[in-house]
């Protein structure tokens, strides 16, 4: 037997004391009520709805809408389009947004100001970017939540939240999806489905 495997017992400490033995911790995972990232199970699943909304805008309007011409028009790569529209990244990060949406209730341009203007969103560098104020502060203080609550509530982390609230990566990514769905003319809620 492994000498560091065996499991020794001091007099007062342990299970039945309630004081905490830090060899036996220390290799035993904390117990926890959530189940681990990795595992699916009961988790609703959304794909992004990204290239539907494209051929139905072809199909209904006449309006082609390439991948090419959305990466200019939201001031990102190509491959970044591609990934939106058949990775799971797209539709978590849009379902992030829709879900705060839903929470806040709120639209989703009440989110940020400015409002992204209908020019492509290409910045040469970062001063020539415009500086995304992001609303989700106020809007959860109206709504009396705290960021503890609205982070288990979006599924991120209350850091994950707080940057949101204070920096203007959020905002940029918000812009975009208000601009992506002016550009696919559909509400914020089709980017994603329920996938069955």
């Known amino acids: 037997m492994n000498p560091s495997a065996k499991m020794t017992h001091s007099p007062g400490v ?22 681990p990232e990795s595992s699916s199970r009961g988790k609703p699943v959304y794909v992004s709805n990204l290239a539907k909304l494209r051929h139905r ?9 390439t991948q090419r011409e959305l990466a200019v028009q939201l ?11 058949y990775s799971k990244v797209g539709a978590v990060q849009f379902q992030r947004v829709i879900r705060l949406c839903e929470l806040l209730d709120c639209q989703v341009e009440s ?7 209908d020019e492509p969103m290409d910045y040469f560098d970062e001063t020539d970017r415009p500086d995304w104020k992001t609303h989700i502060k106020a809007l959860r203080e109206q709504k009396r939540l705290t ?20 920096h203007h990566k959020c905002g940029e990514l918000i812009a975009r999806v208000i601009k992506l769905c002016r550009i696919l003319k559909c509400p914020v809620q089709d980017l994603v489905e329920l996938r069955e």
């Open 14 to 35: 342990g299970a039945d004391s309630g004081i905490a033995d830090s060899r036996i911790n220390a290799a035993t995972p904390p117990l926890s009520s959530k189940p």
């Open 57 to 65: 805008l072809e199909e209904q309007e006449g309006i082609v809408v």
């Open 75 to 85: 001031g990102v790569t190509e491959t970044t389009i591609q990934n939106w529209e």
């Open 111 to 117: 989110l940020i100001s400015p409002l992204p203007s």
């Open 147 to 166: 960021q503890r609550t609205l982070a288990y509530k979006l599924g991120i982390t209350e850091m994950t939240l707080k940057s949101w609230e204070n």
